[in-house]
């Protein structure tokens, strides 16, 4: 049985930056896309960092240029290092996986088969 569990969330003032990990159990194999996807009070989730098996990454336009998402292989760990966060990302933090498929998008990692229990992250202006 696959489980995921992400660690590493917090609070953190406007401008500041936080990295989130999420490691993987039960994997037979590394062959598996990752992803982060977020979700706020009273808004739908929002996927904002995929990474397919070639370590190719895609971003929403939300967060391009601020967080990076990263993998160790040899952990089955995935991060996500959140750089010049705002307010607006205030949300609960959720790591996902899914086997390689089609083209990964960014907008699909909500929907992939595993996810994590989240992990709180609160943005203070």
């Known amino acids: 049985e696959v489980t995921l569990v992400e660690s590493g969330g917090g609070s953190v003032q406007a401008g500041g930056f936080l990295r989130i990990s999420c490691t993987g159990y039960g994997f037979t194999d590394s062959r598996y896309c990752w992803g982060w996807f977020r979700q706020a009070p009273g808004k739908e989730p929002e996927g904002v960092a995929a990474?397919?098996?070639?370590?190719?990454?895609t971003y929403s336009d939300s967060v391009k240029g601020r967080f990076t998402i990263s993998r160790d292989n040899r952990e089955n760990t995935v991060y996500l290092q959140m750089n010049s966060v705002k307010p607006e990302d205030t949300a609960m933090y959720y790591c996902?996986?899914?086997?390689?498929?089609?083209?990964?998008?960014?907008?699909?990692?909500?929907?992939?088969?595993?996810r994590g229990q989240g992990t709180q992250v609160n943005v203070s202006a």
């Open positions: 996902a996986a899914e086997r390689p498929g089609t083209i990964v998008k960014v907008e699909q990692v909500p929907v992939w088969g595993y």
């Open positions: 990474m397919d098996i070639e370590g190719i990454a």
